[in-house]
């Protein structure tokens, strides 16, 4: 069946660390990979997208995410972390073909340590 | 910058009866999307819009839900007799192209039933 998954519900790390957030997915073909963050009370922001070429993507924020075929894994990272950057994170993925709809994993919410 | 407006923040209602969830896409957005989140839970496709009809939904999207572009800038979710399960966080989308396109989210309508 086609899955996403996060396997982390909670991460905590200390302001100025660097942060990995991991992401898998089952499909038959490679999809379309997104990171989105969701701050409190806030809809769903893009961080960054993969759809082909270059296996690691830049994205807002400072956050970058890597696209492992052999893994089926797009971990996304950012090498020193700031208090803002607290929220939820969310990676999603879009079937290639005909449909439209994101499939999101069930998140990562980080929490901060100053 | 643009961005997707949803109406109201907060919508609270009694079991069984219609609600209607706004949204204000942006303007030149083609590809129009609803979304769910129940409490604790994933974000989750309900169904997609182009061209003035429905491309794609899913098995929560039955015949309780339905969706309209009733003008030129609005795009509604109508369910019709709400049930307690109904009860979610509901985000708007919305995207210039087709699944190759950035959606881009509005920050949700909590629906409550009571």
């Known amino acids: 069946a086609q899955s996403v998954t996060q396997p982390d519900i909670h991460i905590t790390v200390s302001e100025g660390a660097s942060l990995e957030l991991r992401c898998n997915y089952s499909y038959g073909a490679t999809p379309y990979l997104f990171w989105y963050v969701q701050s409190p009370g806030q809809g769903l922001q893009l961080l960054l997208k993969y759809f082909s070429g270059d296996t690691l993507v830049q994205g807002i924020k400072g956050f970058e995410a890597e696209f492992k075929r052999s893994q089926s894994s797009f971990n996304l990272r950012k090498p020193s972390v700031h208090w803002s950057d607290a929220a939820e994170y969310f990676c999603?993925?879009?079937?290639?073909?005909?449909?439209?709809?994101?499939?999101f994993g069930s998140g990562t919410r980080l929490l901060v340590r100053p | 910058e643009p961005e997707v407006t949803q109406t109201p923040s907060h919508q609270v209602t009694q079991m069984g009866q219609e609600v209607i969830l706004r949204c204000v896409p942006i303007?030149?957005?083609?590809?129009f999307y609803w979304y769910r989140q129940i409490l604790g839970q994933k974000v989750e496709f309900l169904v997609s819009?182009?061209?003035?009809?429905?491309?794609?939904k899913s098995e929560i999207f039955d015949d309780q839900f339905s969706v309209e572009r009733p003008d030129g800038s609005n795009f509604t979710l109508k369910i019709r007799s709400t049930k307690l399960e109904d009860s979610a966080m509901y985000f708007c989308?919305?995207?210039?192209?087709?699944?190759?396109?950035?959606?881009?989210f509005g920050p949700g309508t909590r629906l409550t039933v009571l």
């Open positions: 303007s030149n957005h083609l590809y």
């Open positions: 819009f182009y061209n003035n009809e429905i491309s794609e």
């Open positions: 989308a919305s995207s210039d192209r087709g699944n190759t396109d950035t959606q881009y």
């Open positions: 999603a993925v879009a079937p290639r073909g005909s449909s439209y709809k994101l499939i």
